[in-house]
């Protein structure tokens, strides 16, 4: 039985910025978690934390408590070393889709529990479920079952994982307490822990489509959660990633599964490709699969087999057409040039206007909606050429999604000072 302490002065100690006891700490998560303490009083503390961060000891402690709030699922039974990965979010940031059937056709299980998109970047789920027939929701039965058989399974996480975080997380949506690196780290890790995959590789995105807007954020967040992986007892390391431009081509739900579909081929975006090849070593590394080439598996056809297997396991049909959206805008470039800055925040908030994406949790998405890049930066483009084409099923729409690319690019003259970023800029490990 855990001990009983005092909600106001748990607050008042990280108010006035002294260090939470390992008692108090599993006590304030555990009460908040059964209702005794209240939604305003654990975002007191929330915003106590954000804004005088926690030591080391007090934020493992912290994530432990999250993940003891829920279950802890024992993967033991699978003959196959288990290994996922976690991405920040970003725009156009389809790579668990290829990913994972990747990942699984080279030896290794991938336990991928996914959220739903909110706000402009978009949730693997929503993208999987414009798949007709595709199911988010799975049995613990049938999620072993897959994992056993096809190796991969991406699915929704179950109210049992790390029920604690499921409440702050709304809470701080609604009380200015997302923006905390250890919250978020916490937040992220107890759900990752508790899913009991043995490797972990986790995509730290930085820049103006991601969570984290500076290289510096970024890396702390990064270290931050490689070492609460460690310390838990999962083979953590992180690659940390360029979201200033929108991975690949395109954004939105069917039209990203679309993209992905074109990798599993054998082709799509160099970015797409590099990005998933990198990250599918890192995962197979850290169970001791080394020596594979995943570029082959993708030109060969093994990944797409796997890929389809995992699509019909979950009731989907992966050789159904995709959804359309029912109306097209194109947008053209004002004059010749170098296509320079592509700001995937732009493109993210236009997608969402479109209808790919959520303002509240309960919301429908379109499967169709989106934007397609018709040019990547450093692209040469000429007058009237297409630079993006914007698909919704309500026209009314547009006029929004436009508004939210204005100056969203820049066309630099001829021969123009355009310098290409590295995608994966560093690699992060304990
Ligand atoms: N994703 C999460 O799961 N939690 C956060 O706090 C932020 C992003």
Known sequence: ????????????????????????????????????????????????????????????????????????????????????????????????????????????????????????????LDKLESIPGWRATLSNAEFRRQLAGVGAVVCAAGDGLAPADRKLYALRDVTGTVESIPLIASSIMSKKIAEGASALVLDVKVGTGAFMKTEADARELARTMVELGTAAGTKTVALLTDMNSPLGYAAGNALEVAESIEVLAGGGPSDVIRLTVALAIEMLAGVGITGVDPGQALADGRAMDTWRAMIRAQGGDPLAPLPVAAERHVVTAPRDGVLGRVDAYAVGVASWRLGAGRARKEDPVSAGAGVLLRAKPGDTVTAGQPLFELHTDEPARFERALAALDGGYDINGAGGDYRPRELIIDRITV
Do not use: C
């Not at 002065?9 to 209240?38: F, H, N, P, Q």
């Not at 000891?57 to 999250?66: G, K, N, V």
């Not at 993940?67 to 699978?78: H, K, T, W």
């Open 1 to 124: 039985m855990t001990e009983s302490f005092d909600a106001v002065s748990v607050i008042r100690t990280k108010r006035d910025g002294g260090e939470l006891s390992a008692g108090e700490i599993d006590w304030v998560i555990s009460a908040y978690t059964r209702g005794d303490v209240a939604d305003e009083q654990m975002a007191a503390l929330a915003m106590a934390i954000l804004l005088n961060g926690m030591q080391p000891s007090e934020l493992s402690r912290w994530t432990a408590a999250m993940i003891a709030s829920g279950e802890r699922l024992d993967l033991s039974g699978v003959s196959r070393p288990t290994t996922d990965k976690h991405s920040t979010g970003g725009v156009g940031d389809k790579i668990t889709l290829p990913l994972a059937p990747l990942v699984a056709s080279l030896g290794a299980a991938v336990p991928q529990l996914s959220g739903r998109g909110l706000g402009h970047t978009g949730g693997t």
